[in-house]
């Protein structure tokens, strides 16, 4: 079975640290696209960052620019969001998800994912 696995939330304080793990079970990373969303209470889905490995493409979304860091270890199979100087406002659950690199493009929407993993609860106190 295609799987992913996403882990590393927790409680920091504004200014902290986390690295999210989003792992992938049944593929390899290196065939797909792995994005990083987040579900803050009472507000839609939103994409924070991307990565497709073959292509050497990321992208942030422009509030965590400098702040966040997407980055893949192909050995490990796993897909990590670095997350650095945390503000309130990036408390959410955070969900990883992977598009195969022949569908990314032709897709509709950034929404429009082959797999998805559960959330990982991220909380920033201030």
């Known amino acids: 079975d295609v799987q992913l696995q996403a882990s590393g939330g927790g409680l920091v304080q504004a200014g902290g640290s986390l690295r999210l793990s989003c792992a992938g079970f049944?593929?390899?990373?290196?065939?797909?696209?792995i994005a990083w969303f987040r579900q803050a209470p009472g507000k839609e889905r939103e994409v924070v960052s991307g990565i497709s490995s073959s292509f050497g493409d990321t992208y942030y979304k422009e509030s965590v620019k400098g702040r966040f860091t997407i980055f893949s270890d192909s050995a490990k199979n796993t897909v990590y969001l670095q997350m650095n100087s945390l503000k309130p406002e990036d408390t959410a659950v955070y969900y990883c998800?992977?598009?195969?690199?022949?569908?990314?493009?032709?897709?509709?929407?950034?929404?429009?994912?082959?797999?998805w993993g559960k959330g990982t609860q991220v909380t920033v106190s201030s």
């Open positions: 049944g593929f390899s990373i290196d065939d797909y696209a």
């Open positions: 998800g992977a598009v195969s690199l022949s569908r990314e493009r032709s897709r509709s929407n950034v929404y429009d994912m082959d797999h």
